[in-house]
């Protein structure tokens, strides 16, 4: 099956298409039976609720988890205000780990990318069968400077994966720019 030189609305329209449907490409001049896929991906952006836990697995791999409180905001039926706070269990591993540990601590604003994963077991007293979802963190970004929860900038982004020899600090900001040279009416091209 050859996908390159589809347009962006015929690549929309093959990756939305349900798995019974049957997908004609002009491009390509041909009937294609569509898969659906599945997506498991989260975003967050929130505040960490206490400390990062930080352990380490039998192989040595650092393990870090912590919990993320989400609010939102809707009107009653009154008209009034109503903040409602979700918590989310998250964990980390390998180097995203080893940052949790020396970059995050309670308070902070984090944006994080993960999927969701669901771990089941058996209870020792009980016997009953428990359940828990996490969020298994793939990308992290620190949005609160090292020594102050909930406020300030950092510019430190981690992206878990290939991307370990990528400079990821964010780029300096317009003002920055600004004081860094002085730019004339001669500096300008036309």
């Known amino acids: 099956m050859r996908l390159t030189g589809l347009s962006a609305r015929s690549l929309l329209s093959f ?4 798995a019974s449907h049957i997908y004609f490409s002009p491009e390509i001049g041909e009937r294609q039976k569509v898969m659906a896929k599945s997506v498991n991906k989260v975003i967050l952006l929130g505040n960490v609720g206490k400390d990062p836990e930080i352990r380490s697995t039998g192989g ?3 393990v870090a988890s912590f919990t993320l409180a989400t609010s939102d905001r809707t009107k009653d039926a009154q008209g009034n205000w109503q903040d409602r706070t979700e918590w989310h269990n998250l964990k ?3 180097r995203t780990a080893e ?3 020396d970059y995050v601590k309670k308070g902070h ?7 969701i994963s669901t771990s089941s ?3 020792k007293e009980s016997g009953q069968k428990r359940y828990r979802t996490e969020i298994i963190v793939n990308d992290l970004s620190l949005l609160s400077a090292r020594d102050d ?3 300030g900038s950092s510019p430190y982004t981690r992206q878990s994966g290939a991307s370990n020899n990528v400079d990821q600090r964010q780029p300096a900001g317009h003002d920055d720019y600004g004081q860094a040279a002085e730019i004339s009416d001669d500096d300008i091209p036309f």
Not at 15 to 18: F, N
């Open 99 to 101: 940052i949790i540990r």
């Open 109 to 115: 604003k984090l944006f994080v990318e993960g999927r």
């Open 60 to 62: 040595g791999t650092m």
């Open 121 to 123: 077991w058996d209870d």
């Open 15 to 18: 990756a939305m298409a349900p």
């Open 149 to 151: 929860a909930g406020s």
């Open 92 to 94: 980390a591993f390998g």
